[in-house]
DNA sequence: TTTTTCACTTCTGATTTAGAAGCTAATCAA
DNA sequence: TTGATTAGCTTCTAAATCAGAAGTGAAAAA
């Protein structure tokens, strides 16, 4: 298990990250989105134990973040293959990696560049947006709760009052 | 500190992990993006012992993510709010909150909805944009190294034969 | 046939972490 | 002005976690 101490508040972003809030998990998951298949080619990379590897590729599987299926050629190899859920993670990733190249360079420069395929021209990145395609701010945002939502985690929301 | 056992490979998104890539690092700043903006607050709604709590909050202060200041009226009380480079931890929130919604949702139904304060309407959620604002996928972009990228990093993902 | 490779699993010592309790100073309530 | 309460820590200890080494079995290369 990734984690046991998940605060037990029914959370959206709680539940996320009892999968993915892991620093491996996403690294992990970052190499696979590059083209990283194996588990040797994933232990090379990130040098972490392959106990732990393990653990998370194992972790990562059985929340169907990933599929681990057979390589063809070698029947003792396996490859781990994005899900559409894990596909959905991109957005995640993507905004992670230009929040840690923008305020988290290196002092030899830019690390990567994302670029579209097709036109060969840098991307602009993860933004949020509304129905109609304008990209919005924290401040043009509002959350509200839906049925699903915890009575105490929404107690403490509307108790704090908003300053 | 968050983590010592951060790969030391110089990786933009292993950077951004070392300071956010922590559960309850992610959770704080969910909260302070909704308004919750002193320790107790925090502490009640999380759950969160305060020897972590206090620990998560420096280490946020120390990345400049939260700033700390007084809060007006009780010189016992600190208020935490986002940074510029806090509030562009926005969209991995958002991209986070959206996939826990659709991918680990409660029984009980919808827990949160996000919308747009002018319009009342949901919103989009966190996309990975063009330049010209279409929406993209995982295979439309590429990944291209920069002048700062790890040489064995380069090495790694040149090697494996992307399939 | 022997050796190497792949993808693990198990073990152990060392590190890291979480939660309980305690602490100090400011504030409230009488 | 005394006692209770609140805010934000810090310290301590027990528990969880991790890296690294060693080992496993099956497949592939030599």
């Known amino acids: 298990m990734t984690s046991k101490r998940l605060p037990d508040v ?3 972003v709680a539940q996320a990250l009892g999968v993915v809030g892991d620093l491996w998990s996403l690294m992990v998951l970052r190499n696979v ?3 990283m298949h194996t588990f040797a080619a994933l232990q090379d990379n990130l040098g972490v134990s392959s106990s732990v590897l393990s653990a998370r590729l194992k972790t990562l ?3 169907k973040v ?3 299926q057979a390589a063809t050629g070698d029947a003792r190899s396996f490859e781990y293959h994005l899900t559409e859920c894990g596909q959905d993670l991109y957005p995640v990733l993507i905004a992670l ?3 840690g190249e923008k305020w988290l360079p290196s002092q030899r420069g830019k690390r990567l560049t ?3 395929k ?3 021209k840098a991307i602009l990145g993860a933004r949020v947006l509304a129905q109609d395609g ?3 701010k924290p401040r043009d945002v509002k959350v509200l709760p839906g049925p699903g939502i915890d009575p105490a985690f929404h107690a403490l929301m509307t108790r704090t009052p908003a300053k």
Do not use: T
Request: proline letters at 0%; a positive charge; charged letters at 20%.
């Open 10 to 12: 029914d959370c959206a």
């Open 33 to 35: 989105f590059n083209g």
């Open 61 to 63: 599987c059985a929340a």
């Open 66 to 68: 990933l599929v681990r």
């Open 97 to 99: 990696m230009q929040w």
């Open 114 to 116: 994302l670029i579209e």
């Open 118 to 120: 097709r036109s060969g």
């Open 134 to 136: 304008r990209v919005l």
